[in-house]
């Protein structure tokens, strides 16, 4: 099955520092998801973005299809942006799958 | 109130005993899913279902059963609960449609699993 890949594994940013998480893909994608749990379990969902770009506040993504990677870029960091960010995707190539999670990217932001 | 909501939230349980999550959704999807949760390995997909009659076994089905009760309801089943089961527990939904509005995939708040 697709083999999904996220870096960094763990990243500690000082407020108001910007990020970029990353996520690789090893096959073509028809759906593409960035998630965000918080400290307490919760899981927001943050963009679906299988291809493109898209901004929402102080976050945006970025998905290049074609050479099969993600980037979640986080401006002006707050420590409510503590906590793990998952990429998910389904394989072009799998028919109707439900999504393949990466092992996340943990963010601390210190005050 | 959670569009989504598991019960319960936290449980600990015996080796051996037999436990149910419970899923419910008020959003009206057609899809619903299980995905397990341990540190530093991500989400993994337990079972889902894609309509009520429809039930498929994930990456990780064996221990687990599950039961599609209604279009709303999905329930997640360990017949003889042991350690290594010992989780966070997500059901999540999603609609059958295109693009974002169909794809975009929403999940209930976890419950916490110890088996001891």
């Known amino acids: 099955g697709i083999q999904v890949e996220q870096s960094p594994p763990d990243l500690i940013l000082q407020e108001g520092a910007n990020s970029t998480l990353r996520c690789n893909f090893s096959d073509s994608v028809n759906n593409l998801q960035w998630f965000h749990q918080n400290p307490w379990g919760q899981l927001i969902n943050l963009f679906y973005i299988p291809s493109g770009t898209k901004q929402n506040g102080r976050l945006s993504a970025t998905t290049v299809a074609t050479e099969r990677y993600s980037l979640l870029y986080i401006s002006s960091s707050q420590t409510t942006d503590s906590g793990v960010y998952f990429c998910a995707v389904v394989s072009r190539n799998s028919g109707n799958t439900p999504l393949v999670f990466g092992k996340g990217t943990r963010l601390s932001v210190i005050a | 109130d959670a569009d989504v909501t598991q019960t319960p939230r936290n449980r600990i349980t015996k080796t051996g005993k037999r436990i149910m999550l419970e899923c419910s959704q008020t959003k009206g999807h057609d899809r619903m899913y299980w995905y397990r949760q341990d540190p530093g390995l991500g989400l993994r997909l337990i079972y889902y279902?894609?309509?009520?009659?429809?039930?498929n076994k994930g990456e990780i089905s064996d221990g687990y059963s599950v039961s599609r009760q209604a279009q709303a309801k999905f329930s997640l089943s360990l017949e003889s609960a042991i350690p290594n089961q010992t989780a966070l527990y997500f059901c999540?939904?999603?609609?059958?449609?295109?693009?974002?509005?169909?794809?975009?995939?929403?999940f209930g708040e976890g419950s916490w699993l110890t088996v001891v």
């Open positions: 279902s894609f309509d009520v009659k429809d039930i």
């Open positions: 999540a939904t999603s609609d059958s449609g295109q693009g974002a509005a169909g794809n975009t995939i929403y």
